[in-house]
């Protein structure tokens, strides 16, 4: 069991023996506070006392809040806001893209959103998560006026999707002599967007990191929230779990924390199920790593953060994704090419189109993918999706090693990626003809840049799969009943 103490309760995320997992609450819970009060520093979290480094560097515990000049970008405002000492020496840059309607093209959006970022003024200066390309003069003000970024010593980034490491490169120029910290996969993908040599560390689950001050730095692995690269960085001192895209939201406000559960809730909802729900079996596994930290705030990389309903929220995570689980029916991987052409998007909204069925999914990245893994992954599931990978390269090597792993009844989907060197579909299709195995629907072409159609066919194409699958289930029941 794990203890939280703050000025606002203590409370504890503990098994109970109803449900194993689940987050309960058992203490005094947080009573709701306002903006302005907390941001008085009224209900400053005393989880950790302010220390005097050897340096003779003192804290500023004062909380300030300031909101950056609005500039606005092809009708859509942007904005910064930045927040000092959500919990000794932490600050938070919140992007704030007021009028975002869409995330990529098959993602509606209601409130907008927001990016966040985090500075640890620690001994070892630090950044989490950076902030999107749009918010470059924004953003990099902010970073200004707040350190001296040449001081930079470490970048954090638990996840490499251009919302939130698009503006590393940019970070690298002004500290040159930063090391990028993230899983093996994440500064893979790094070192396509960076393109130039930079400094670099890669962790794993258990990893630390003493960053000074008390700040102690512990790295949990949470791959496919949402993307493979993905992890969690805890900060012990500061009792505070950075989770990226897991636990966020689309939801833009100046106000910092989820305290207004009921405006927010069905936005937490519509997040999961769009970018959660498909690895749900992943995020129940990621659960399991965090049961037992100490932690409470969740700073998440989109909307408020969490820190009022943490158990509730967390709790919800685990309902929904058990739920997921227990109607699936079957699970199909689905192979996608991370960083190339449209493969990324493309595939999760295949992946959302299959859900839709109740069909779970496992998504593997072929250009960092462990082959036996993948092997094994193909051979457990019902069905196979395949998008195109590049002429040549770790994908297409990983590619061939999947016709010997697809069984001939399984049904199997092709699809382009839109890349401009893909795998031909028809060469794919043909060695998979060789083998005598048919493909469950005519190959997923794509004539121009990916539009709302394209993403609607590839949606609808998930579905069909995963209709397809439930009805082979069925009949095999059906004869299963037969004497
Ligand atoms: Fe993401
Ligand atoms: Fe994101």
């Known amino acids: 069991m794990a203890v939280s103490t703050s000025a606002l309760g203590t409370y504890s995320w503990m098994r109970t023996s109803s449900s194993p997992m689940a987050f309960e609450l058992f203490t005094r819970k947080p009573k709701l506070q306002s903006f302005d009060r907390v941001h008085r520093g009224l209900f400053w979290p005393t989880l950790k006392k302010p220390t005097v480094t050897r340096s003779g560097r003192k804290p500023k515990p004062s909380i300030s809040m300031s ?29 704030l893209d007021w009028d975002r309607d869409r995330f990529d093209i098959e993602f509606g959006l209601q409130n907008g ?11 070892k ?48 120029d002004l500290a040159p002599n930063a090391t990028v910290v ?5 500064i893979i993908f790094l070192q396509n967007l960076v393109l130039r040599p930079f400094k670099s560390l890669v962790v794993k689950g258990g990893s630390t990191l003493d960053l000074g ?9 949470a791959p496919n929230l949402h993307w493979p690269d993905t992890m969690f960085t805890l900060d012990h001192g500061a009792g505070i779990l950075f989770t990226c895209d897991a636990f966020g939201m689309h939801y833009c406000s100046e106000l910092l924390y989820d305290e207004d559960l009921g405006a927010i809730e069905p936005h937490y909802r519509f997040y999961y199920d769009c970018l959660m729900r498909p690895n749900c079996r992943s995020v129940i596994t990621a659960l399991k790593r965090i049961a037992e930290k100490d932690f409470s705030i969740i700073a998440t990389g989109h909307g408020p953060l969490l820190r009022y309903n943490v158990a509730e929220l967390l709790n919800k995570y685990e309902t929904w994704s058990k739920q997921a689980l227990e109607k699936q029916l079957a699970t199909v991987a689905v192979l996608y090419v991370s960083d190339y052409g449209f493969s990324d998007r493309l595939s ?11 069909t779970g999914v496992e998504m593997m990245d072929l250009n960092v993918v462990d082959i036996q893994d993948m092997i094994e992954c193909v051979s457990r599931c019902a069905g196979v999706v395949i998008m195109a990978p590049p002429s040549s390269g770790p994908a297409n090597k990983a590619i061939t090693t999947i016709y010997a792993a697809v069984k001939p009844k399984q049904p199997v989907v092709i699809a382009e ?28 072409r794509i004539k121009e840049i990916p539009n709302e159609a394209t993403y609607q066919q590839f949606e609808e194409a998930g579905t069909d799969l995963g209709q397809l699958l439930s009805q082979k289930k069925s009949i095999e029941a059906k004869k299963a009943e037969c004497p």
């Open 182 to 186: 993230g899983s093996k996969t994440c």
């Open 348 to 358: 999760q909204t295949l992946a959302r189109g299959l859900t839709k069925t109740n």
């Open 213 to 221: 001050r008390g700040h102690l730095l512990e790295f949990v692995m």
């Open 67 to 95: 909101l950056s000049d609005v500039n606005v970008l092809e009708k859509r405002r942007l904005q910064t806001q930045t927040i000092t000492s959500i919990a000794p020496d932490v600050t938070t840059i919140r992007s």
């Open 417 to 444: 990626s839109y890349g401009g060197d893909d795998e031909p579909v028809d060469t794919i299709v043909q060695r998979f003809v060789a083998l005598g195995i048919s493909l469950a629907l005519p190959p997923l």
């Open 113 to 123: 959103t927001t990016y966040n970022s985090f500075i640890i003024n620690a001994d």
């Open 125 to 172: 200066l630090t950044i989490i998560d950076a902030s999107h390309e749009k918010f470059k003069g924004l953003y990099l003000s902010a970073i200004k006026e707040h350190i001296d970024p040449s001081a930079i010593e470490y970048i954090i980034a638990n996840h490499t999707e251009p919302d939130h490491s698009g503006l590393i490169p940019d970070l690298l």
